[in-house]
């Protein structure tokens, strides 16, 4: 773990029967994201779906001046960066150095107040009631199921009394319902057009998905919606942004 300022944090190590699990699934994770720095950046920053899915959080978020924020999985700074230009403070976890890296050196080059720390989220805590706002984009459908569950119920107590959490991510089940089977008969229609190593990703993604046994493990939005009520969250607000991709929000 390396932080910028590690003053502001705590991190727990909770040694259970999935710590295992959770130590090699972070060490594919970091290894991977580390490699995919550069190709993400082009991948999100501007392209017309995830610009969308930016201005939906910001806009729900609608951070001020001081807002203590949190952005898990923050990548090169795809959130952390407008958020941290409207004057809010961001700790911006990674479990990548190299997303970090990036976030970093982006932040530092407009001078803004951002820290970094390269953490797996599922480690994660800090003191409660020490944050305004808990963004995520695209990270936690890496986090495992049983985890996600957990951080839900850390996150609650590091906000302040009517501090907000903010998800965006694929929100997605395994083809039960009819707006599942849409989503997956498009992503197959578009892997077909890419001839075998499409067909070779289909195979791949059916067998990962299927069993749930990769590392991307999206949960549909009335499961998130499920979790934030069990972490105590309230004023729960979700919907679909666009295809997979949705948005769920509460307060504490
Ligand atoms: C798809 S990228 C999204 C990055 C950024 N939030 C964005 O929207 O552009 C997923 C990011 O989550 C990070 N990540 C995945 N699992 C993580 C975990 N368990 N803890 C911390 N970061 C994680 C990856 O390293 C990667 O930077």
Known sequence: MTVSDPSRLSMIRRPDASATTRGRRARVLARRWDQRTGSWHGHVFDTP???????????????????????????DGFLTLPLARSGATVLAVDIAPSMAQAC????????????????DVADLD????????IVS???????GDRDKRLL??????WL???GRLVIADMMIGRGASPADREIILGKVRSLLRKGPPGLWRI????????????TEQPITLAAW?????????????????IAEAAIISGHR
């Open 160 to 162: 302040a009394p009517g």
């Open 126 to 133: 800090l003191p409660a009631g020490s944050v305004d706002v």
């Open 104 to 119: 970093a050196i982006a932040a530092a080059r407009e001078n803004l107040d951002v820290q970094t720390l390269v953490a």
């Open 203 to 214: 195979a791949k993604n059916a067998v990962r998905f299927g069993l749930r046994t990769g």
């Open 49 to 75: 779906g995830f610009t969308t899915l930016r201005a939906a959080v910001l806009d729900l978020v609608d951070a001020q001046p001081g807002d203590r924020v949190v952005d898990l999985g923050a990548g």
């Open 225 to 241: 919606h499920k979790l934030l009520t069990g972490a105590g969250f309230t004023q729960i607000a979700g919907r679909h942004v």
């Open 152 to 157: 839900l119920e850390r996150a609650h107590r």
């Open 137 to 143: 984009s695209y990270a936690l459908h890496h986090v």
